[in-house]
């Protein structure tokens, strides 16, 4: 059975409704969750430590902006390591994590703009529904997969919206 680990900041509003997902995920899939919980820099490594320790076959980012803002601190430990992380922005992998999987932000900020120009032509905030991201983007990064010693299926690269060589 594959054992996964997730890495989660429990100061995060959403960490406990993503965390119920993956775990009923890792159920319905027969595979091992670990989770691990960070909110400071420190408790990041100590959280990658403790994954580590329990031989976690990959990890997992959970969405979170101190997360985004720490970036570069998770590609390296992953790096360390050599345990692949898939990771929940494209801005990870393209600066050399292995794979991500999330909203497109340029989409979202394209409808930041639509509804900015909505209310400036008179709508009502209150009378906009509320959107949620439509669009996702895969993309991964073969450098870093042939750094891991990982063959990255091809059926897989044909889904990825961006694969970085």
Do not use: W
Not at 16 to 36: C, F, M, P, Y
Not at 37 to 56: H, K, M, Q, Y
Not at 147 to 163: Q, Y
Request: no cysteine; glycine share 8%; hydrophobic share 45%.
């Amino acid at each position: 059975m594959a054992v996964i680990g997730v890495v989660a900041n429990p100061a995060f509003a959403y960490t406990e409704e993503e965390t119920k997902d993956v775990l009923a995920a890792g159920r319905a899939l027969d595979k091992q969750i670990h989770i691990a919980t960070a909110s400071t820099e420190g408790e990041i490594d100590a959280a990658f430590g403790s994954l580590v320790e329990r031989r976690v076959d990959a990890l997992m980012v959970e969405g979170d902006p101190f997360f985004t803002s720490r970036r570069g601190r998770f590609i390296a430990l992953a790096a360390h390591h050599a345990v692949p992380v898939m990771y929940f922005s494209r801005d990870f992998a393209a600066d050399g994590g292995l794979i991500s999987y999330g909203p497109n932000l340029a989409n979202a900020y394209h409808q930041v703009g639509v509804y900015a120009g909505q209310i400036l032509n008179g709508s009502k905030p209150a009378n906009l529904p509320v959107l949620q991201p439509t669009k996702f983007e895969l993309v991964i990064n073969l450098k870093t997969a042939r750094t891991l010693g990982l063959t990255v299926p091809d059926k897989l690269l044909a889904l990825a919206d961006e694969v970085i060589e």
